[in-house]
């Protein structure tokens, strides 16, 4: 089970007197201000082991967000085992009368930059809290962050590289001043980046994106981008890579040869295949190889749990010639669910136009994957399979649409309405409010 601690910390600044300085700081003078961070820590964690350590996931929440809309992230970027951090900003915001923060505070150039060395100071001072407190591996330290986030991953990250293993920024744009006169760390040059962007994103352009990589680039920096088909915000393929990148960066030894993965010499269960298949994220070999090698096995392979994972990797690997292969398997209404939804998520990642529009015209829905025993779900007879088309008047359309239904309960309602279908036919089951007792999941229709 994992545990969350929410922490204060105090910090201390200067900050001269601006327009629009948040109430609880006293213009010109030095201030104190409560600080909330979030510690996650990992399943299985011992204080008084001091010989274990773990990696550590900082994840930098968006503008108007909170830290504890990014709880999980350790788990998701590192299921093996990580610490989280996901610190809280300085600057509050009122959004439609909700509280949220920011990293920063608009006005002219110079105010500007002192919110963000500001925000950058404080990063910088938790995480070095948090590595005197925890278990953490100081060699394993990885810095994300969404909109906002990310483009104080770059801040942070390229302007302190020798602290990090690598940088996943989502969303974000860079405002690090790199020239001549502004000489990158010479860590950079070792410090891997993989920027996640969606194409379509209408707050920081998908040009915002590009052009920071770019920049990075061509001054020696190990950085690419991933796309994605969506405006802005964070789809699960965005989470696979993210995952990936961290699995690759996490491995000690040499890569392991494409040949020895695929088909090793020994015989292995499908279980211990699908786990040196994973390596395959690490291949040093080109591309074309890779795809070439994967398409293969797939022809020969036997196991559902391999062919998942072979048509996974076609995705992550981006292998741009697999794409007929994939469309064939999306496409074909007899093939098991855990193939086509591999292929739907592998299209998305090629990027290429034609993939786009082919999952473009695939039609969706929720579905229950598992019913909790002894919940409510449970003995009003709801059954895996049940696809979930209503919950209090709201269709449900994607995975967040329940919860977002269940926050718009009203107050002192005693019953909610949910419509479901099961084997084509429709059904009204009467809920109480609150947890139902289900794991969903996204289907191909």
Known sequence: MKNFLVLTFVFAAVLSAQMGMPEFIEASSQFNVDLDYIVELPAGYDPTDSITTYPLIVALHGFGDHAGAYKGTAMMFCPEGAIGLYPETAFPVDLEGNLGWAWYMWGDSSYHRETVDLSTRWVLQILEQVKQEYAVDSTKVFLFGFSQ???MTYEVGIRYPHL??????AGGWLEVPIDETHPLDSAAFNL?????????DDVVTWE??????????KYGVPAQIMRYPVKHRLPPELFDDAQDFVYCQLQEEPPTPLVDILWPSSELSPEEHVELLRKVLCATEPTEDIEAGLLGLEETATSPAVKEMIIYLLGARRCIGAEHVL???????NK???YRKA???ALTKLGTESAWMTIKGIKKHIAIEEVVPGSQADELGLESGDVVLIYNGKKIKALGDIQTAKEKVKEGQDKIVMIISRNGAKKRIILTPGQIGIR???EIK
């Open 149 to 151: 986030g990310g483009m």
């Open 164 to 169: 990090f293993r690598g940088l996943l920024p």
């Open 192 to 200: 891997p980046v993989l920027a996640l962007h969606g194409y379509f």
């Open 208 to 217: 915002s994106g590009k052009s920071a990589v770019d920049t990075l680039q």
């Open 327 to 333: 469309t064939q398997i999306l496409l074909d209404e």
């Open 336 to 338: 098991p669910q855990i």
């Open 343 to 345: 292929a739907y998520s």
């Open 440 to 442: 969903l999941t996204e």
